[in-house]
């Protein structure tokens, strides 16, 4: 099919999306087959630098949380078959809905490839698992809803013969390095000062130079690859060791021959990173140069906000970030809410950015990413925005498991989630829970320590904790969690339970006696 051809029917589905959402109060929890592909359609080297990124398709797991509407069908595929066990997880949350009767409505599909093509080209690729999925589903009331947006999503769409509640891949550059930083001119963002979109070693030297000689007391310069993942594609260059070529120390044109030099040593955000292979993947993918936010007193909080159909933005939610790496850019976690001290604002600006991008045609998910930083003299706190995401991100499966499993609301006057019993909800959570001695365990073995523990979301109270990345844990040692509670200390305190009931199971002289001790209580 022609891609022209492809487009206009991609259209005319939106355009079913929209007229669905108008007659319906709530689109997200309204009767409906709902076509669930995971498949993280980035960069397949950059998804390479993230240990386990495989398994990553089970952060969309808390779409299963839909199925407690008893009128919700789901297909939920993957790459590979997940363990039944982790079905069988999700399932038990459903409060009201007895297990036999959500399992008759989700339909598993898989397949089986584990090659590093993305999922949804997977599926493209075989004409009877496409069958299978369009049986199962009523075109009248079915769409599909993806991890992020491309052309492999689009022609999925289509070929399945139902809308996409994402953005159309069109739009894409929106939500790159260098598309974000025209987004946040055009709304009136602050954001650091940079550069543009540059494709080549030398001229990202000149754009450092550039940069330098407009802040001549800068530091350092964060390198973004155009496309970069979950802070892995980032790179710190120091200005300190080039001191004797600063502005009005040196030229032009001896400055940039001295940055270029210096490439070698970047500072890489991901372990396995090396000058070789970034330098050419900045004529691949592009590059931007940023002024690096210095500050004592800094943190990283996002908003996540969705565009529906009709055109309305909405703010979903407030985060701080829980950032690791080098220089702290790498995505490990967050909580929630945002300090009070700053959420309410961090929300206004979000939504200048939401607005610009509905303006454009963006549809559903959007986040953005601040640096917000105390300022010495006056003690105010000083915000920059640095990154927009179009599509779902680490912040949002934990607020979307907060929400599907107390079916509250979160309240943009306070910037506080609140279950249907009035109560606000606050969590703690992450992605990269990893410890060698965590690796070995199975599925199956988490289970057992969550139950021995009572470390389980309790329904009844509405806090606990929730797992995900399951699949990671046996080869990488390495789990996802969210802790939920009714403060943000009790959220922090159920995390570190979790944390440190895995530690102590996990230690060597630990095993034996747990083994007996779970498997007595079996039988």
């Not at 997200?28 to 709902?34: K, S």
């Not at 909580?335 to 559903?364: H, M, N, W």
């Not at 000083?382 to 934990?398: W, Y």
Request: net charge negative.
């Amino acid at each position: 099919m022609e891609s022209s051809s492809i487009s206009e029917r991609f259209q005319q589905f939106q355009a079913q999306l929209r007229d669905r959402w108008s007659n319906v109060e709530d689109f997200e929890m309204c009767d409906a087959d709902i076509v669930v592909v995971p498949s993280i359609s980035v960069d397949q080297r950059e998804l390479l630098k993230i240990e386990g990124f495989f398994h990553y398709e089970e952060r969309l797991l808390f779409s299963l949380i839909r199925l407690r509407n008893p009128r919700t069908r789901l297909v939920f595929v993957t790459s590979q078959p997940l363990h039944p066990s982790i079905i069988d997880y999700y399932l038990q949350l459903l409060p009201g809905i007895p297990f036999s009767h959500a399992r008759d409505r989700l339909l598993l599909l898989s397949a089986y490839d584990s090659s590093l093509k993305t999922l949804s080209q997977k599926i493209l690729d075989r004409p009877r698992l496409l069958e299978r999925i369009r049986q199962a589903v009523n075109p009248n009331r079915a769409y599909m809803i993806c991890y992020n947006s491309t052309a492999m999503e689009r022609d999925l769409s289509v070929q399945l013969g139902i809308p996409l509640y994402a953005l159309d891949p069109d739009l894409l550059m929106w939500g790159t390095k260098s598309g974000s930083r025209q987004i946040f001119a055009e709304a009136g963002v602050p954001h650091p000062d940079g550069s543009p979109l540059m494709w080549t070693e030398k001229d990202l030297a000149v754009a450092i130079a550039q940069l330098w000689e407009r802040q001549p007391e800068l530091q350092r310069v964060v390198v973004k690859l155009n496309e970069g993942f979950s802070g892995e594609g980032n790179a710190l260059f120091d200005l300190r060791p080039l001191r004797a070529y600063q502005p009005g120390a040196a030229s032009h044109a001896e400055r940039v021959t001295k940055i270029y030099d210096r490439f070698s040593a970047l500072e890489f955000e991901s372990k396995a990173e090396t000058w070789e292979n970034y330098g050419n993947r900045i004529s691949e993918l592009g590059a931007i140069a940023e002024a690096f936010v210095e500050g004592e007193n800094k943190l990283s909080p996002s908003v996540q906000g969705r565009i529906t159909p009709d055109g309305e933005v909405e703010i979903l939610s407030t985060h701080d970030q829980i950032l690791g790496g080098p220089s702290k850019q790498i995505y490990l976690g967050c909580r929630f809410p945002a300090d009070d001290a700053y959420r309410l604002t961090i929300q206004d600006l979000s939504l200048k950015v939401g607005r610009c991008l509905a303006e454009k045609g963006a549809l559903e998910r959007f986040g953005v990413d601040f640096i917000a930083v105390v300022q010495p003299n006056t003690g105010e706190w000083e915000f920059h925005a640095i990154e927009i995401n179009l599509r779902k991100g680490g912040t949002t499966h934990p607020f979307m498991t907060l929400k599907f499993l107390t079916n509250g609301r979160y309240d943009l006057s306070s910037g506080a989630f609140y279950s249907q019993q009035g109560r606000a909800k606050y969590y703690m959570a992450t992605d990269n829970l990893q410890k060698p001695q965590y690796q070995g365990l199975l599925p199956n073995d988490l289970m057992d320590i969550i139950a021995h523990h009572q470390l389980h979301f309790d329904t009844s109270t509405e806090t606990g904790t929730v797992f995900h990345l399951m699949g990671c844990l046996s080869e990488f040692g390495k789990l996802g969690l969210t802790s939920i509670g009714n403060s943000p200390q009790q959220a922090e305190d159920i995390y570190r339970r979790v944390v440190k009931a895995i530690d102590d199971e996990t230690k060597p002289d630990k095993l034996e006696h747990s083994l007996s001790m779970h498997w007595n209580s079996r039988y």
